[in-house]
Every structure is written in C-alpha cells, then in structure tokens.
C-alpha cells in the first residue's frame, strides 16, 4: 500500500525544512531556506564582537530639548533599545509641515543616528500608522525600505489592534455602495528590527524581567490593548505605556537604556522607569518637553507614595 507524503522530515532533534514547508518549529533547522535565492541581496547577519559604551551619567535619565537628528549626548554602542512614534506630519499642531520625501528624509537621518548609538543586536521599535485615502500613503512599508537601506535586519512586525478605542469615524465613503467604500484603519504597525545581528548578548548578566504569561503574549503578532485620549495627557497623539512597555520588557534586561528620539508626553521615559531601565528622549517642542518632565515628576512621587503605603509599620 503507497504510503501518505509527509510535508516535514522528522530529525533526531527537531525538524528540517522540506520543500513543502513544515508545522514544526522546536529545534527546527531552517539553514535550507535561508540559503535559498530568496534571500539574496538582504541584509545579513554579521559575526561581530559585542561592544557597550557607557553612556555619561549626566545624560541618564534625561530629555533633551532638541532634534535627534544628532545625539551627540550619546556614544557608539550605547543603548539597548529604541522605542519611538514619529510625529505623522498631518497639521497637528506639533508637525511641519513636510512633503513626503522631506519627513522621510527627516526619519532617516534619526534613524541612522539610532542605529550608530545601539549596541550589537541593539533593538529598534517604530510606531506607525498610515495615512490619507486618496491615495492611501503606506508610512510603515516607505519606513521598512529606509530601514534596510540603512543597514538594519527586520525582524518583524507587529499590528496594534486599537478594538473598541479606534476612531469613531464614520467616514465610510458611499454607505452600503459599492462606489466607493472607504477602509477605516483601526490598527497601526510597531516595526522591529535590529542592528548587525539577530541575538543581543548579555555579558553583565542582567536580569530578564518578564513573566512567563507576558512572554507568551508579548510575542505574538498582534497586540490588542486601547488607545491613549489625548485629552488625558495633554498631547494630540499620544501612545499608551502598554505600548514601550511590552516592547521594553520583551527586548531589554532590567538596568538598561532605552532611548526615545520623538519624546512627546515622555511616555516611553515613564515605561522605562516602570520596568527599571533608564532613558535618554528627544524633544524638540519646549512645550512636550516640559510635559513629559511633569508626568514623569508625577510617575515617581505616585511611585514613592506607593512604596511609602506598602511598607510595614
């Protein structure tokens, strides 16, 4: 009796890619595959010597009140993860208003600035949403060419699922026809990727942070948490601290750096010292900058107090 074709090859200790592909993924050895043609001209993982300068202490912990397109405040390889949402260049009362090749020119210049101050397998998070209708502006796949073009590996992306916080907008174009109905986004991209290669290293030892039930959730492709009303923080478009939050435990060990070149309300700074990392942020807006020293204030005194509360008597 002819035997069913299997779709993997079982090894000793795992499994190896067929050309039919495999649902297995412990132990697994994909070499086949990224050998293959498909991946000629990307970028490649480079075998390089882990290098971590320290960063002065009188710029830990601090927004700077300028552009992050020089970070002259920061040594080469120097911090473990960027975690950042660009302003979106729409009219907010924060933006410039940019053509297209401007903003992205803009980005790219911080970016590179981002990838020489990372550390080997340092990490690199964007948020970003979309834009327009006519036509629809793809930011994040115009971000991913750039990041590439920079020397950055990709190692994937995220959809933030906003759910019941989307916009309420009923902007649907031609209601129940077939004219010309409009998509309503209620998802925005978090791009990560890394510098030189895949695998950070941690030679001091630090200590992961993460729960297990965190880890599970955190690595998935899609993240479903609300939005942030920027009526509550006091900026037009405002992240959640879920956001740098997940990021920051999933990619960093506690003690860390973490940088935010577009600082805004200081949110990221705020998810740093939750998770015990440090911070260096960017803001060009005196405005935000002294927003975000406010919240921070504020996190830290609710921070005493609640330490104060729990202590015994």
């Not at 293959?36 to 993982?45: A, D, K, T």
Request: aromatic share 12%.
């Amino acid at each position: 009796m002819k035997q069913p074709q299997t779709f993997y090859s079982r090894r000793k200790n795992g499994t190896k890619t067929s050309s039919f592909g495999t649902p297995g993924r412990i132990n697994h050895d994909a070499s086949s595959f990224y050998k293959s043609r498909l991946y000629e001209g990307l970028n490649q993982e480079k075998n390089v010597k882990y290098i971590e300068n320290p960063i002065d202490p009188g710029n830990i912990n601090k927004i700077f009140c300028k552009s992050s397109e020089v970070m002259a405040e920061l040594p080469d390889n120097s911090v473990h993860l960027m975690v950042t949402s660009p302003p979106y260049n729409v009219g907010k009362d924060y933006d410039d208003n940019l053509s297209l090749e401007e903003y992205l020119n803009l980005l790219k210049r911080i970016f590179q600035e981002t990838y020489r101050v990372l550390v080997p397998g340092g990490r690199a998070c964007i948020n970003v949403a979309n834009l327009g209708r006519k036509p629809y502006i793809p930011l994040h796949s115009y971000i991913i060419e750039d990041m590439h073009a920079i020397g950055f590996l990709m190692r994937g992306e995220i959809i933030w699922n906003k759910g019941s916080s989307a916009s309420p907008s009923t902007a649907w174009g031609t209601w129940l026809l077939a004219n010309n109905p409009v998509l309503r986004d209620v998802h925005e991209y978090i791009l990560v990727f890394c510098k030189e290669t895949f695998s950070r290293r941690n030679p001091n030892k630090r200590k992961s942070t993460i729960a297990k039930e965190e880890f599970l959730e955190f690595t998935k492709s899609v993240w479903t948490f609300p939005a942030e009303r920027a009526g509550k923080v006091g900026h037009p478009a405002p992240f959640p601290v879920e956001l740098p939050y997940r990021a920051i435990q999933l990619y960093t060990f506690e003690g860390e750096v973490v940088l935010d070149p577009f600082a805004g309300a200081g949110t990221t700074c705020i998810a740093a010292l939750k998770t015990k990392r440090k911070y260096v942020a960017y803001e060009i807006n005196k405005h935000y900058c002294e927003l975000a020293e406010r919240r921070i204030e504020e996190f830290l005194q609710e921070q005493i107090t609640l330490t104060s509360f729990c202590e015994p008597v």
